[in-house]
């Protein structure tokens, strides 16, 4: 990288802590500091959806999976467009209302008013578990990517990263994400389909060698592996009704027009940006075919196309993406410790004032946690589906239970999330003992599921049949 590009970056970071500073001023109570005041806009709002779920996977992984297998890539983010669509439609509307009502801010506040406090609490210990693999998972590949560009250690470039992320995350809560997630996705479309593709196009020379020269399997849509794709599919919905973020969205939208809305434009904006995604990846292909694998696929395609300056706007555009996720995990993790375990279990009559320390305390805590496990695990993609795993496996039948079940009975959400979470950890450390077992070959969502129906259905038909028959 030459100076220029050195210098876009440093102006990025300090553009983040100045705005993180500002917002900082603007915030009174732990309503800003989590859900803005419950004012968010449409576009604001589907900002913020971005910020959740358009990370370092989405963009890195869905480039590498494309160089690798073609279009059946586009599976990562068709999931995710799913889940929007799904989400909107069945969901955003009717937790804004009730997030209103009984002024939600956090997921367990949902559960807890359905159930009780046991379920508050599981639920909360699972979300907090995903959330900190989240928050892991994004700050490393950020790591990864200054490495791979600037030739900075990846040391460094970890301490850069966290520091950066967990200094505005915590200083300047969910105004500041809100500025910052704006301008960021803002980047994100710019970087990728407005300067990433075009230069690629330009280097390809003729886009229709994509047809002629590469392997014909790679336009096939199942060559991901259909079972690979179904266990993606499902558990990446399901987690959409089960992430802490899905939820403090709705509650800082401000209609709950708002909240539908912003979440149906943020599934078109990350359609539209994975199939540019989809396309770089596979032009690298053919641009940087010899001795190279799948890794890093957009980072080697930036430096051997893209001129000075580009880079760093590139290298902006893709951290842009990664940071914005990683801010969103840290907030829900710090409101998870605030709200749902400080304020609930040990001090329900803390003043504002104390609890505002304690939130930004909270943030730069899972911060750190984040950073000491994505460093000790050093694995992406492991980090990430883990984390979508248990978010997904445990909480999804309860939490359709809340508005869609009344039969649905706190025991039987307790045990529900309870026997899957450690059901799912469970599989994870056998897969590793045991790396051969045609069993735990089994993706964990699976038994994960299953014993989440199993303990949630049984106790709740059968405390139903009881209540018919007295």
């Known amino acids: 990288m030459e100076a220029i590009d050195y210098t876009v970056l440093v102006l990025y970071f300090c553009t983040l802590l100045a705005i993180a500073v500002h917002a900082n001023r603007k915030q009174k109570t732990t309503e800003d500091y989590y859900v803005g005041g419950r004012g968010v806009g449409t576009l604001s709002l589907a900002a913020l959806w971005m910020s959740s779920w358009v990370g370092g996977a989405a963009i890195m992984g869905t480039a590498e999976k494309s160089y690798q297998i073609g279009i059946s890539s586009l599976w990562y983010p068709f999931s995710m467009f799913s889940g929007f669509i799904f989400f909107a439609l069945i969901f955003a509307g009717r937790i804004k209302e009730l997030g209103d009502t009984h002024r939600h801010i956090t997921y367990p506040d949902l559960i807890e008013q359905r159930y009780d406090t046991k379920v508050r609490l599981v639920s909360t210990v699972t979300t907090i578990l995903a959330y900190i693999g989240y928050t892991a998972s994004q700050l490393l590949s950020a790591a990864q990517i200054i490495t791979s560009i600037t030739g900075i250690s990846l040391t460094y470039s970890f301490l850069v990263a966290t520091t950066v992320t967990i200094s505005y995350t915590s200083i300047g809560g969910f105004f500041a994400i809100e500025k910052t997630d704006r301008f960021q996705t803002l980047l994100v479309i710019i970087g990728v389909s407005g300067v990433a593709v075009p230069l690629t196009w330009h280097s ?71 199939v540019s995604i989809c396309f770089l990846g596979m032009s690298a292909k053919l641009i940087i075919p010899t001795g190279e694998d799948g890794t890093s696929t957009l980072i080697r395609l930036i430096i051997h196309v893209f001129p000075a300056g580009v880079k760093g706007v590139m290298l902006v555009a893709i951290l842009s993406a990664i940071m914005s996720t990683a801010d969103t995990c840290i907030l829900s993790a710090s409101a998870n410790l605030t709200r749902d375990v400080y304020q609930r279990f040990i001090n329900p009559k803390a003043q504002q004032a104390k609890v505002m320390r304690l939130s930004i305390a909270s943030s730069i805590l899972v911060g750190v946690v984040g950073a000491l496990v994505g460093w000790y695990s050093k694995s992406i993609i492991d980090l990430l589906i883990m984390a979508f795993t248990i978010n997904s496996a445990g909480l999804f039948l309860p939490t359709i239970g809340v508005l869609f079940w009344k039969r649905a009975t706190s025991k039987a959400a307790f045990w529900s999330i309870s026997v899957s979470l450690v059901t799912v950890i469970g599989w994870y450390l056998a897969r590793g003992a045991f790396p051969e077992s045609p069993l735990f070959s089994i993706d964990p969502v699976w038994p994960g599921l299953l014993a989440s129906a199993l303990f949630f259905f049984t106790p709740s038909l059968a405390a139903s049949r009881l209540q018919e028959a007295e």
């Open 204 to 274: 390809l020379g003729d886009v229709s060698r994509l047809s002629t020269e590469l392997p014909t399997d790679f336009f096939q849509f199942g060559a991901w592996g259909w079972g690979s794709i179904l266990a993606m599919f499902i558990s990446m919905v399901l987690t959409f009704f089960t992430s802490m973020d899905s939820y403090t969205r709705c509650y800082a939208a401000k209609t709950e027009r708002a909240a539908r809305n912003g979440t149906l434009l943020a599934a078109l904006i990350v359609l539209c940006i994975s």
